[in-house]
């Protein structure tokens, strides 16, 4: 254990006055964090208290980090370092060091967010390469796969911060950190594209945090929860770099950790007084499912002000669940909180306000796909589609939806999301002509998602690259994947992946479907019932492609990668020998429906 060995109190600013966020550098934020008494603390997946590290001990142990990285490495201020993000204190330190040391940080995903080794070397070489990093930095259990990653690049520094314990530190001046410098280059997550490395600099992030904290109105007597891993947006901006900007106390358990024993995430949030915690719609799912396990009165989570949802599109349906399960646990579904961003605009865009839980936008589905009108459904007469409010812009920034001529549209018309604020990306990494695509002139980030906004909220709709258009009509494919996994029998949401595919004289519609069944007849079963749904739903018929259970690609994050997904169905049609939906391809398997 690092630092005090006991456990740290609730967010304590005494002696340092509670400051959200308005400092020009993250070095500041840290240096006037180390004055009060909050922290991080790291708990195992059975809630056991592993590592406590105190703001003031991250500080002086980032500061001698600092000095020995450069003096040992031959680095120099704007080197970038690739730090494997895995949950625990030896990250915070060194991300800390490179602040000080006027180094580039670039968090790298761990192991687990991979199918296997060679995996994770190349996309992890690919990630280097691509930030051009000079040095990294792992913990000990991933080095030899850092190290073949790593290889071919000549970087001039590689290896473990313990390696580093017994180097020299005297006779190293640390440079002067402004708000122009770059703070970290965090990659996207890459639902849609390959992932793309974003500069942020520290005034953008510090704008970024300010807006943040504003919006979810944080006080001295907030404490955050955590299990989102460090490498994603989500984790890095909202639960470390926010709360050492606002002086909370926060406790993580790792994202593995949390796969297998979800329970452990709310448990803290009950035995800490926690406050403030996000998380994509699968971990309420994921908890929802294991809600029978609670016996009524073992976990109070009525301090749980701010359950933060975000990170994909979000399931009304999996949150009312979570609501009804753990409403014996004091869990007030008014504490929902739906928001929406992107690392290009360094995290956070917009916030719904506190205290009104999810608000539905329910529409006319016809109008939608055919005039992308959001008009309001009249009763439950036609098709509807139900959307979820995600709050104004962040103050200080601006919104537009538009048209794909440029021009702005008015409420409830469906377009393009444009952002512009202090907080967005300076730009992408060595790929000035990718930025020149999603980043204007006078400022405006094209998001790459659609929506529209109703009385100043934004509602998302869907990524543009994903949108489907079949006979006039747009086809949004999380409106097909949501239909089957909550209509058929045996699938749970995530288990679907729609897209398009060109053919000569049309556009086909394609449903990937993870299935655990191996007997023929069942598996059969599912794709007929699938197919079924389809038709009875959306008026469709679509190609069901039967692949294997966890098959989906899913990105660094967790969220589904249709880009991905289609390009595995197309690669099974060349390649027989592909994995997953080579086995039920069409012409291979009679796994399609009838079009």
């Known amino acids: 254990m690092t630092g005090s060995d006991t456990v740290l109190k609730p967010t304590d600013s005494s002696g340092c006055g509670l400051r959200l966020g308005d400092f020009a550098t993250l070095t500041e934020a840290l240096d006037y964090a180390a004055t009060s008494r909050a922290g991080f603390n790291f708990y195992s997946a059975r809630g056991e208290l592993i590592e406590v590290l105190p703001y003031r001990d991250l500080r002086e142990q980032a500061l001698t980090l600092a000095r020995r990285i450069l003096r040992c490495a031959a680095l120099r201020m704007g080197d970038r370092v690739g730090l494997v993000a895995e949950t625990g204190g030896h990250f915070m330190r060194a991300f800390f060091a490179c602040q000080y040391a006027g180094l580039i940080p670039v968090p790298l995903p761990t192991p687990v967010a991979f199918a296997g080794r060679a995996s994770y070397v190349a996309h992890l070489r690919n990630l280097l390469a691509s930030a051009a990093a000079a040095a990294v930095l792992t913990p000990a259990a ?4 850092v190290s073949q990653a790593a290889e071919p690049l000549g970087l001039k520094m590689l290896g473990t911060l313990d390696m580093l314990d017994a180097l020299p530190e005297d006779g190293t001046d640390l440079p002067k950190i402004g708000h122009d410098h770059l703070s970290y280059l965090q990659f996207s997550s890459g639902s849609t594209r390959s992932p793309a490395g974003v500069a942020v600099t520290q005034r953008g992030l510090l704008a970024n945090v300010r807006g943040i904290l504003q919006a979810l109105e944080v006080t001295a007597a907030d404490r955050s929860t955590s299990w989102l891993p460090f490498y994603h947006d989500m984790g890095l901006v909202g639960f470390i770099l926010a709360p050492v900007a606002s002086q909370v106390s926060t406790d993580y358990i790792a994202a593995g950790e949390f796969a297998r024993r979800p329970l452990t995430w709310l448990r803290l949030i009950a035995g800490n007084g926690g406050t403030i915690s996000y998380s994509p719609s699968f971990g309420y799912e994921l908890c929802a499912r294991r809600a029978i396990s609670v016996p009524p009165g073992q976990i109070d989570l009525s301090t749980w002000r701010v359950a933060g949802v975000g990170g994909d599109m979000i399931r009304p349906a999996v949150l009312v669940e979570f609501a009804a399960a753990f409403h014996g646990c004091r869990f007030r579904k008014e504490a929902f909180v739906a928001s929406y961003g992107m690392a290009e605009a360094t995290l956070g865009i917009s916030f719904a306000p506190l205290g009104r839980g999810i608000e539905i936008d329910r529409i006319d ?24 409010l995600c709050g104004p812009v962040l103050p200080g920034h601006e919104i537009e939806i538009r048209d794909a001529e440029g021009n702005v549209l008015e409420d409830r018309h469906v377009g393009r999301i444009l952002f512009r604020g202090p907080s967005v990306m300076q730009g992408y990494l060595a790929s000035g002509e990718a930025a020149e695509r999603v980043l204007s002139s006078d400022g405006w980030l094209d998001t790459g998602d659609l929506g529209y906004l109703h009385d100043g909220s934004l509602v998302v709709t ?30 749970r949401p995530g288990d679907a992946a729609a897209f398009s595919v ?23 079963t599912l794709r007929r019932k699938v197919g079924e749904v389809l038709l009875a739903t959306a008026g469709l018929a679509c190609t069901v492609v039967l692949v294997s259970h966890n098959e989906l690609p899913r990105t660094s994050s967790g969220k589904l990668s249709r880009v ?32």
């Not at 005039?371 to 139900?386: H, K, L, Y």
């Not at 020998?577 to 398997?589: D, E, I, L, M």
């Open 564 to 595: 991905r997904a289609r390009q595995m169905y197309l690669a099974s049609l060349q390649d027989p020998s592909q994995r997953g939906a080579a086995a039920t391809a069409p012409g291979r398997h009679p796994s399609a429906t009838a079009d």
């Open 462 to 491: 869907g990524r543009s690259k994903d949108l489907i258009l079949v006979n006039g009509r747009n086809v949004w494919p999380q409106d097909l994947e949501w239909a089957v996994e909550s209509q058929v029998d045996g699938l």
């Open 142 to 145: 991933y080095l030899k796969m």
């Open 365 to 388: 589905l016809d109008l939608l796909q055919r005039a992308d009108r959001a008009a309001p459904a009249n009763g439950n007469e036609g098709r509807a589609r139900e959307f979820v």
């Open 502 to 524: 060109d053919e000569t004289d049309r556009e086909r519609i394609i449903l990937l479907v993870q299935c655990r069944q191996s007997d023929a007849a069942a598996r059969e």
